[in-house]
């Protein structure tokens, strides 16, 4: 297995921009978390979905984030408009069991 | 408030030396604690998962210790290498299994 999928490694967008990020979960994990990483709050989670649903998103910082989980290999997290603050590496993790693995991360920078 | 505490926030020792660095947590009720490093530019990757009744656990040059009384944890590295130089990250799960609590991590430097 490859492990966690996360496209793309690195975006660079202007404020005001949609950004789509991408994540495609171990096989057979029943689990997937959104985090947010940074130097000043370290290890952030945003959402996380059970079987495809969302379970608790009160990490999501604001409305103009937004998660998705079409089906048990898929998963996005969408920011809409994006701001600088926002700027960051976003990493997409997979459950199974107790067993969490992480993907490489999204960095993103928005000018 | 569940929270997970690591000292010292950054490290730096010479190749060879020995080094233990520290977590504290306060996640209740307490479920399992992992150590993960995290190269830069990379996710976290698990070194050690402990659980309540496990006191001591290794993985190579890496032994990990947990005192479940004291909520304390510790990662010891032996023989140090260059390529130990990451961030080593204390997670903390509570009994209901879905709570990950990261601490800030220590950040180490192994110089040659």
């Known amino acids: 297995d490859a492990g966690v999928i996360q496209s793309p490694r690195h975006e660079v967008t202007e404020m005001g921009q949609e950004v789509t990020l991408r994540c495609k979960p171990i096989s057979g994990h029943d689990y997937l978390f959104w985090y947010r990483q940074t130097m000043m709050r370290g290890l952030e989670l945003l959402i996380y979905?059970?079987?495809?649903?969302?379970?608790?998103d009160s990490g999501m910082p604001e409305d103009r984030f937004s998660a998705k989980m079409p089906n048990a290999s898929f998963s996005t997290l969408k920011i809409q408009p994006s701001e600088p603050r926002d700027s960051a590496v976003y990493f997409c993790a997979s459950r199974l069991g107790v067993l969490l693995f992480f993907g490489p991360g999204t960095r993103l920078t928005v000018l | 408030k569940n929270q997970v505490e690591q000292s010292p926030q950054s490290l730096i020792i010479l190749e060879g030396k020995n080094c233990t660095l520290q977590?504290?947590?306060?996640?209740?009720?307490?479920?399992?604690l992992r150590w993960y490093k995290q190269d830069t530019g990379r996710g976290p990757v698990s070194l050690t998962i402990m659980t309540f009744s496990e006191n001591t656990k290794s993985n190579g040059r890496y032994t990990a210790t947990l005192d479940a009384d004291t909520k304390q944890s510790s990662l010891h590295i032996t023989a140090s290498q260059l390529s130990d130089s990451a961030s080593y990250i204390c997670v903390v799960t509570d009994n209901y299994g879905q709570n990950f609590v990261f601490g800030p991590g220590t950040r180490l430097s192994v110089l040659p």
């Open positions: 979905f059970n079987n495809n649903v969302p379970i608790d």
């Open positions: 977590c504290n947590y306060t996640v209740s009720p307490f479920s399992n």
